[in-house]
């Protein structure tokens, strides 16, 4: 079974701090996302890694992926209050041929203080 | 033009009753998706179909029945409604090749 491990699940952060938000999982996927949760609304997708070795970046925010040691990393520079949100990796559990589902990890929220 | 819809949005109602929540999606996407997230906001998969089959059937109580029309719409019924049923329903769809996941806004269900 497919256990996704995302640490911390709370994380408090000052404005213009770094920090890194880690994802682990179990079993061999060869696809990983990075959603993005405010209180009360849906699930945005922020980022989608495929490949061992993948980064991207977007604003803020730049995930990576490294298949071999089954981690994924979710890396945020200079915070900023906007950026307070709960924060969920997810990765790609595929039935066979099928196109598969998402396991999640538990999330975690960020608050952003001045 | 969104691209995957819930209805409704909120659902209050008392134990014991039925209720269904409705999902419909206009990409095109042949496999759709229910989870389900917890109070504490964990998020997990209840039902999967792929062009109206059933894919994935994890250990939710048979009092939820998915049933998809068509690949556009999978909706979830639920019987005996009890209070742990209490959550978010996330209905969500995928298309082929390297397309992500598109997840609607969501049901709000609470029972009283």
């Known amino acids: 079974e497919l256990k996704v491990e995302q640490n911390p699940l709370f994380l408090s952060m000052q404005e213009g701090k770094n920090y890194t938000i880690y994802c682990n999982y179990s079993t061999t996927s060869d696809r990983l996302y990075w959603y993005r949760q405010d209180p009360g609304k849906s699930l945005e997708s922020l980022f989608v890694l495929l490949s061992n070795g993948a980064v991207k970046q977007e604003g803020r925010l730049m995930a990576s992926l490294d298949t071999k040691a089954r981690l994924s990393t979710l890396h945020i520079t200079a915070a900023v209050h906007d950026l307070s949100a709960t924060y969920f990796c997810a990765v790609d559990m595929r039935y066979g041929g099928s196109q598969g589902n998402l396991i999640f990890g538990k999330g975690t929220k960020l608050s952003v203080k001045p | 033009d969104t691209a995957v819809s819930q209805t409704p949005k909120y659902l209050v109602t008392q134990m014991g009753n039925d209720k269904s929540i409705k999902c419909e999606q206009n990409?095109?996407?042949?496999?759709m998706y229910w989870y389900k997230q917890d109070s504490k906001k964990f998020l997990k998969i209840m039902f999967s179909y792929n062009n109206k089959e059933l894919i994935i059937n994890e250990t939710v109580p048979n009092r939820f029945s998915p049933k998809s029309p068509d690949k556009a719409h999978l909706n979830l019924h639920i019987n005996s409604l009890e209070l742990g049923d209490s959550a978010v329903y996330f209905c969500?769809?995928?298309?082929?090749?390297?397309?992500?996941?598109?997840f609607g806004s969501g049901t709000r269900l609470t029972v009283v």
């Open positions: 990409l095109g996407h042949d496999t």
């Open positions: 969500a769809s995928r298309g082929q090749g390297l397309f992500g996941y598109t």
